[in-house]
């Protein structure tokens, strides 16, 4: 069933075309920003950064906003033999290439063993109503969220509004809230 929802939610992004994904970005982009505002105690933030070819959200906008309001940054680079992330300290004069898989990567990185996230804004394809994600499949997120602290708070960026119910396992990290461009569903609400 993964499989099959995965595949849907590709096409549904694929069909949006550009402006649309560029406008449904910046409501996304300014809900974030709305969030940050009201809970000004998160100061260090991941985030991850968009892979054009699967039509993500363009967090570049979200990016440049952060560092506006004196954030810490990081992202991560994927180490595809192991099988894992490694967190990345952005800044707002580096400088980002795309890596040989089209993957956004500063050109200088700066690797940091223990940051100190108290934020993650998360990639997913689809979100559900209590907080559960559908990622790409590989379980990156799950394994890099499972080595943060579990306070650290976990927000999914959506283009699609939340399905009543996706399937999980058991390795499967959950959402604390989830911005869509129309809204925000905190954790009492995706209950």
């Avoid at 809970?39 to 967090?59: C, G």
């Avoid at 990622?135 to 708070?153: A, N, T, W």
């Avoid at 509004?161 to 809230?177: C, F, G, Q």
Wanted: hydrophobic fraction near 40%; glycine fraction near 6%.
């Amino acid at each position: 069933m993964k499989s099959a929802l995965r595949k849907i939610y590709k096409e549904r992004r694929g069909e949006m075309g550009e402006e649309v994904m560029v406008e449904l970005s910046k409501n996304i982009t300014g809900r974030c920003v709305s969030f940050l505002n009201e809970h000004p105690a998160f100061k260090h933030i991941h985030l991850f950064l968009p892979i054009s070819s699967l039509n993500e959200i363009n967090t570049f906008f979200l990016l440049d906003r952060l560092f506006q309001m004196d954030k810490q940054v990081y992202s991560s680079m994927t180490d595809f033999q192991k099988m894992e992330m490694k967190t990345v300290l952005l800044s707002p004069k580096g400088k980002i290439r795309l890596d040989e898989f089209g993957i956004p990567v500063p050109e200088s990185p700066v690797f940091v063993e223990n940051p100190q996230i108290d934020l993650v804004f998360v990639p997913l394809l689809a979100v559900d109503v209590k907080g559960n994600r559908l990622g790409y499949g590989k379980g990156l997120y799950d394994r890099f969220l499972s080595k943060l602290d579990p306070e650290v708070f976990k927000i999914g960026l959506s283009f699609f509004p939340p399905e009543k119910y996706l399937p999980t396992s058991s390795h499967d990290i959950s959402l604390n809230a989830c911005i869509f461009p129309d809204k925000i569903l905190n954790s009492e609400l995706l209950t």
